[in-house]
């Protein structure tokens, strides 16, 4: 009877022992994929912050406008119908002449808001160059 108890107490030792050992690994198995996935994200987050912040924003240029009417009227340079955007070695620019040839306007700016409220002398003293 003594060899039975201590088989069966084996049976039970190796059965609980092992069912500890099983429910060990599977409850740190558990506890890590939960670890993982509540870390994840966050993990992503970071990284797509740190790889979008690697990247510096190209600067666009500034528009160059120049002037394509023969209207020399008053406020008539002012006009933002009077200008287009164009091809720099298709227009021809001098030194004298009354009439503007080109504006460089800033990336951050209109070429409506630059030319807002100024008369033909002030739109002549911030263009480059100037048309007969």
Not at 27 to 37: A, G, N, R, S
Not at 41 to 68: C, H, Q, R, W
């Amino acid at each position: 009877m003594a060899g039975r108890s201590e088989s069966v107490n084996k049976k039970q030792f190796n059965k609980s022992f092992y069912g500890n050992l099983f429910y060990i690994k599977k409850t740190e198995v558990m506890e890590t994929i939960k670890f993982l996935k509540s870390s994840f994200m966050p993990v992503v987050a970071i990284v797509t912050a740190g790889l979008t912040m690697s990247f510096e924003m190209a600067e666009k240029a500034d528009t160059t406008y120049y002037y394509n009417s023969t209207d020399t009227s008053a406020n008539a340079f002012a006009d933002a119908g009077h200008w287009m955007v164009g091809d720099p070695e298709e227009q021809d620019c001098f030194e004298e002449g009354n009439r503007p040839c080109r504006i460089d306007v800033p990336q951050n700016q209109t070429l409506s808001s630059m030319l807002a409220g100024k008369d033909n002398a002030q739109v002549l003293n911030i263009a480059q160059g100037r048309k007969p």
